[in-house]
């Protein structure tokens, strides 16, 4: 950075161009939107995961659901024993 920091002073103190200085605005624009891309890369892979797991637990939660309605079904004496065993898990 101090490097950077120097070099730039000497260009701004030996006068720079203009055609020069629209070389580096550029290239700051093409680096941001370069940036850019990847922070939306980044951010479509975390919202596919966060629905590919909230999809997931959706589905574990109806499954748990419907074994804990289909336990209400068998017969009296043995449904506590099941009901049981499922909170249990």
Not at 7 to 27: F, I, N, T, W
Not at 41 to 64: G, H, P, Q, W
């Amino acid at each position: 950075m101090e490097i950077g920091y120097r070099l730039g002073r000497r260009h701004r103190a030996s006068g720079v161009d203009e055609a020069r200085k629209s070389h580096v605005g550029a290239l700051e624009a093409a680096l941001l939107g370069l940036l850019a891309l990847l922070l939306g890369f980044t951010f479509s892979m975390a919202v596919s995961r966060f629905d590919t797991r909230k999809s997931l637990v959706l589905e574990e939660a109806n499954a748990i659901g419907v074994a804990h309605l289909r336990t209400r079904l068998i017969a009296s004496p043995e449904r506590e024993q099941f009901h049981l065993l499922l909170v249990d898990s």
